[in-house]
C-alpha cells in the first residue's frame, strides 16, 4: 500500500504556465487536503475537499483550483504561476469519521516559478 | 487566527531530553496534533491531545492544558534521528489543521 502519492517531485516552471499537481491516495480516506510550505510560515491550507465531488476553500486559496471527481484522486491547479508560488506543496488526507481524524501527508513537490 | 508560537530552533546533546513548547489563543478546538518532519521529508503524525494531561509514546510525550493555552512535546533520551522540525497544529471545530511554523531539533553528539 503506498498511501499518499504525489507527481512530480520537483518543477520548474515559468511564470504564466499552467502548472497541475497530482495527488492520489489508496487509503479510501473521505478527506483530502492541500498544504504549501513555506520557511517561516509552516503549512498554509491552500484547497480542501471533505468527500469525493465537494471542495473548499482555506487560508490561502487565490491563483489555486482543485477538483475532487472520486475518492482517491484530489489535483491542485496553477492556472497562471506567479513566483509567489514557488513552495513545496504537500497533500493530506484523513478517515474523516469522527475521533481524531488524523492527517496523513503525500511526499510533497517542490514547485519553483520563474 | 489561532496564533500558534513556537521556538524557531533548539539544541540538545545525544541523550538528553528537551521539551518544545507550543502555545495559541483560540476560542476554543478539538485537539492537539504534534507531527516530525525530517528535512525534505513529509510531515508524519506523533501524537493528538484531545483532553488535558499528559500522553506518553515511547521516548516522546505531549502534554496539554486547555485552560493555559499551552502544550509540549517532551522528547526523552535523545538519538541523532531526532534531529527534524516538530510542528504543533490545532484542530478547530471543522477538523481543519491550523500550523505553527515549527521548532527545529538539532541533536548533537
Known amino acids: 500500500i503506498a498511501g499518499i502519492t504525489q507527481a512530480p517531485t520537483s518543477q520548474i516552471l515559468a511564470a504564466g504556465r499552467r502548472m497541475t499537481l497530482r495527488c492520489t491516495q489508496d487509503?479510501?480516506?473521505?478527506?483530502m487536503y492541500w498544504y504549501r510550505q513555506d520557511l517561516g510560515l509552516g503549512l498554509r491550507l491552500i484547497h480542501y475537499?471533505?468527500?469525493?465531488?465537494?471542495?473548499g476553500k482555506g487560508e490561502v486559496p487565490d491563483g489555486y483550483s482543485v477538483s475532487r471527481a472520486n475518492t482517491d484522486d484530489f489535483p491542485l491547479t496553477l492556472a497562471s504561476a506567479v513566483p509567489s508560488q514557488t513552495s513545496v506543496y504537500f497533500c493530506?488526507?484523513?478517515?474523516?469519521?469522527?475521533?481524531?481524524?488524523?492527517?496523513?501527508f503525500g511526499p510533497g513537490t517542490r514547485l519553483t516559478v520563474l | 487566527g489561532q496564533n500558534i508560537d513556537q521556538p524557531t530552533e533548539m539544541t540538545a546533546t545525544e541523550g538528553a531530553i528537551v521539551q518544545i513548547n507550543c502555545t495559541y489563543q483560540?476560542?476554543?478546538?478539538?485537539?492537539l496534533f504534534w507531527y516530525q518532519q525530517h528535512a525534505g521529508e513529509a510531515p508524519t503524525f506523533l501524537s493528538y491531545?484531545?483532553?488535558?494531561g499528559l500522553e506518553e509514546k515511547g521516548r516522546f510525550s505531549s502534554f496539554l492544558s486547555r485552560s493555559k493555552g499551552y502544550s509540549y512535546l517532551l522528547l526523552k533520551e535523545l538519538q541523532m534521528k531526532d534531529s527534524a522540525s516538530y510542528l504543533c497544529?490545532?484542530?478547530?471545530?471543522?477538523?481543519?489543521?491550523?500550523f505553527g511554523a515549527g521548532t527545529t531539533v538539532t541533536v548533537r553528539a
Open positions: 493530506a488526507s484523513s478517515d474523516s469519521q469522527g475521533g481524531a481524524d488524523t492527517q496523513y
Open positions: 483560540t476560542s476554543g478546538f478539538n485537539g
Open positions: 487509503m479510501r480516506h473521505n478527506a
Open positions: 491531545n484531545v483532553l488535558d
Open positions: 475537499s471533505n468527500t469525493a465531488g465537494t471542495t
Open positions: 497544529a490545532l484542530q478547530g471545530g471543522d477538523y481543519k489543521l491550523s
